[in-house]
């Protein structure tokens, strides 16, 4: 993949692909991957969580931030000329900008994958990282069914993207009006909640608040939805508008058990989950940017501490290969179906590496495979 400019860039599969590589992450495979890297954001200086989440994990993977303005791109300079002299020294470069035209015109003249970080009309970014989340705390997220209750927008139609490639139920409720096209709609939130497993909202501006008194997301409408039916408000979330005052993170924390009993299990020397939880309920954006300096000082300085690793042997390495082999056959197999070179030669190139890091960590020989892989049979090469 070279750009992120739409979700519906992508395949279902290269979702699940993104996932596995966050589970990476997690647990430090991709440590030093952006070791003299340069990642060029352009960013508004209202943003402050899409910033720092990227700021952080460029950081954390050993690459360098290079923060401009989102104006700048406003310039007379033709954004043709802009790229070419990037195209020199950016690997990476993130655009959060309202025109996804401009963002699209970038990557079209960009050598560098381009990233976007929300425009006017979606933000696939944050709808990944939802969808992250909710296959980490659902049992199986994609058979949920999602009720997205606000104006047509950025959020709303990027969760209808989401809903486009992952193929899940996704409905609307609002106001006339403000309606999503192609997707069904609901004018009373007492019936569209019923039945309904994940709830999407989004903040409202101050024009449109009197017309949505009646569509706010409250205790009583969310015991209405299906048993542990999750809220998943978009930040910044304002109670009293989009969601009620009573509004304390009951139905997060709902649906976050898992993702948090996981953290417990960690025997980590602090307690994460309450502060974690302390970021969700903050009020104010001083709270919030206090609350995750101190989220992501001490876990930064616990991932610093040299961590004792056990041993490879092939009992704790036998599932995990076993887990990798299993997922490389069915990509091999399905991109041979699709008569997909690239990912079929991706595919093998993976394989190749993991058999490169099994013989580091236990006595066998080391042998080659991409010479035997066959463009004009990809079926051969599953």
Known sequence: ???LIRLTDLRSSE?????????????????????GKSVILYFPASSIRTRVTFEKGIYLLGGQSILFPNDALEKKEDLRDVCGYLNNWADIVIVRHGDIQLVEKFAEYSKTPVINAMTDINHPCEILSDMYSLSIIRDNFISDKYLFCGKSGNIGLAWKEASEVMGFDLSQCCCSGYEMDDVQVYHDIKVAIKGKDIICTDSLPASVLNDFRGYQVTKEIMDMANKNAVLNPCPPFYRGEEVSDDYNGQYFRKGMKRALDEL???RLPFDLETRILAVIQAETVEKIRARLTEVFVLTDEYLQVPKKKELPSAKNLRGTYEEMYSNWKNKMAEAAGRDDVYSSFMNLLSLQWMIHEITECIAVDDFEIMDKFNPKKLEENV
Request: glycine letters at 12%; hydrophobic letters at 35%; aromatic letters at 14%.
């Open 1 to 3: 993949m070279k750009d």
């Open 15 to 35: 979702v699940y692909e993104i996932f596995n590589i966050a589970d990476g992450i997690s647990t430090g495979k991709y440590n030093g991957f952006l070791n």
């Open 264 to 266: 417990k299990q960690l």
